[in-house]
């Protein structure tokens, strides 16, 4: 018999390819190695499961295409015209994303359910989507990402796609929650 510690494995999740890490022990058998995927991911119900991060190569690829883009979109609600860059924030968290192979919905509201819920700026990584509120308290209606050392970059009605402190100003009380992918 083969002793498994770890097993790196692969899952889908609502269109978006994560990294799962299973941690525990299973006994697998040579015969059955080529299913030991699945059968440790559906089988051991006493493993540990959770989702691992994007890959650094990956976030800073994210960020680069977010940077690449300041100066140069403009804002309109409602709008997603990425071919002559008009677009509101949502259409611009989603076009970052999905220039890098990564699917989320259009809407703020609508990406604040992809991902692992991050409730305090604190526990946030570079790469996360942050959702505020910018009228009626509580409710998500801007959408931007994360990119380290309390700042954030996004596609605003006053400046089109800037970077933006989270902990002063404006943006301070504004932090509803985080995605993390």
């Not at 994560?18 to 525990?24: A, D, I």
């Amino acid at each position: 018999m083969i002793f498994v510690k770890k097993n790196r494995l692969k899952h889908s999740l609502v269109g978006l390819s994560l990294s799962l890490l299973v941690t525990g022990t299973a006994l697998l058998s040579p015969h059955n190695a080529s299913a030991a995927t699945a059968s440790v991911a559906e089988a051991n119900v006493s493993a540990t499961v959770s989702a691992t991060s994007l890959s650094s190569s990956r976030v800073a690829s994210i960020l680069s295409t977010a940077k690449s883009y300041i100066g140069k979109v403009k804002y309109r609600y409602g709008v997603r015209d990425t071919k002559n860059l008009i677009m509101d924030c949502s259409a611009f968290t989603q076009m970052v994303f999905s220039k890098n192979g990564i699917t989320i919905p259009w809407g703020s509201k609508a990406q604040a359910s992809y991902g692992t819920l991050v409730k305090s700026k604190t526990s946030l990584v570079k790469g996360d989507l942050v959702m505020f509120s910018t009228t009626t308290p509580g409710k998500i209606n801007h959408v931007g990402i994360y990119i380290g050392n309390g700042q954030f970059i996004s596609n605003t009605t006053s400046s089109g796609v800037v970077v933006r402190e989270m902990n002063s100003g404006y943006w301070k009380d504004r932090f509803i929650m985080g995605r993390h992918f």
